[in-house]
């Protein structure tokens, strides 16, 4: 870390980033520290540091069952959608297009803006009898097996994964409270 001249904490956003790298890979509980040599001194500086939060034991990174599989809907018109998810039990419409509601098993709902008449934006919310562990296998319930680009104890994140541009996971508690998915459109 080329650091000479900074002040201590100065790379603390770093080092969090690093704790999401080893969240990702199944790791929890580690202490990241970003050291420079202070030259001509030759002393070590530590200019970041993270306490990485715990991962819960084993759901984090178990495999979840599948509650919708996003990229089967993904870029889909209505009437494809409604044949997948069934009838929608509320619509709406945004200065982006045609909202839909869907309900889904457990209690759960996706809603679906449909923007140049495809499915786009979805929120996504697990129903309180279909709860799933927040970490970074939860894509797995949505349909996106791979692993994640970034996991914090904040939020996971898949970028440009099954031709989705973002897909992002939010924590409720020890589960997944949302998951925001944006296919094309930022």
Not at 14 to 31: E, M, N, P, S
Request: proline content about 7%.
């Amino acid at each position: 870390m080329t650091g000479q001249g900074k002040q201590p904490g100065a790379f603390d956003g770093f080092a969090r980033g690093i704790c999401g790298t080893l969240a990702a890979k199944g790791v929890g509980g580690a202490i990241v520290h970003v050291l420079d040599e202070d030259q001509p001194a030759g002393k070590w500086v530590e200019l970041g540091k993270a306490d990485c939060p715990q991962l819960a034991k084993g759901d984090a990174t178990a495999p979840a069952k599948l509650l919708v599989d996003v990229p089967s809907l993904s870029g889909k018109d209505e009437v494809a959608v409604a044949k997948l998810l069934g009838k929608p039990t509320a619509k709406d419409k945004s200065k982006y297009g045609q909202k839909r509601r869907y309900a889904l098993p457990g209690g759960g709902n996706v809603e679906i803006t449909f923007i140049g008449g495809k499915a786009d934006w979805m929120e996504i919310t697990p129903g309180k009898d279909a709860p799933v562990p927040f970490g970074p296998a939860c894509g797995q319930a949505i349909g996106i097996s791979a692993a994640p680009a970034f996991a914090s104890a904040a939020t996971v994140r898949w970028d440009g994964v099954n031709g989705i541009q973002s897909v992002e996971a939010f924590p409720a508690g020890a589960h997944v409270g949302y998951w925001y998915v944006k296919v094309k459109t930022r």
